[in-house]
Nanobody
Framework: QVQLVESGGGLVQAGGSLTLSCTAS????????MGWFRQAPRKDRDFVAA????????RYADSVKGRFTISRDNAKNTLYLQMNSLKPEDTAVYYC?????????????????WGQGTQVTVSS
C-alpha cells in the first residue's frame, strides 16, 4: 500500500521560509515523478512543482519560480519543497502526489496516492 506523508508546515511571517517534506513508502520511489500541489479554501488544487525520478528534472508554477525549490532524496524516499520569500498568497494546504512515469505533469488529476497535506500559513 502506497503512503505519502507530508510534514513541515506551519505559521510564518511574510518573507520567511519553510521546508516541507514528503516521505513515501510502498513504492519504488526513485522511478516516479513526484509533485507538490496546494489548495486554498474554496479553491482548486493547484500545481506548485514537480521533479522526475530519474534525472531530477524540475518544473515550477510561475507563481513560485525563483522562490521555491523542489528536490528529492531517493535513498531516503523523501521529497522536499524549500519555500523562501513566502507571501500571504502562498497560504494553503500543501500536498505531495505520485505522478507515475509522466513527464512533469502539472495536472492534479494525473497524480495519485495523495498524502493528508500540511498547512502553510503566511501572515502579512
Amino acid at each position: 500500500q502506497v503512503q505519502l506523508v507530508e510534514s513541515g508546515g506551519g505559521l510564518v511571517q511574510a518573507g520567511g521560509s519553510l521546508t516541507l517534506s514528503c516521505t513515501a513508502s510502498g513504492l519504488t520511489f526513485s522511478r516516479y515523478t513526484m509533485g507538490w500541489f496546494r489548495q486554498a479554501p474554496r479553491k482548486d488544487r493547484d500545481f506548485v512543482a514537480a521533479i522526475t525520478g530519474s534525472d531530477g528534472s524540475t518544473r515550477y508554477a510561475d507563481s513560485v519560480k525563483g522562490r521555491f525549490t523542489i528536490s528529492r532524496d531517493n535513498a531516503k524516499n523523501t521529497l522536499y519543497l524549500q519555500m523562501n520569500s513566502l507571501k500571504p498568497e502562498d497560504t494553503a494546504v500543501y500536498y505531495c502526489g505520485n505522478g507515475g512515469t509522466r513527464w512533469l505533469s502539472s495536472v492534479s488529476a494525473q497524480y495519485k496516492d495523495w498524502g493528508q497535506g500540511t498547512q502553510v500559513t503566511v501572515s502579512s
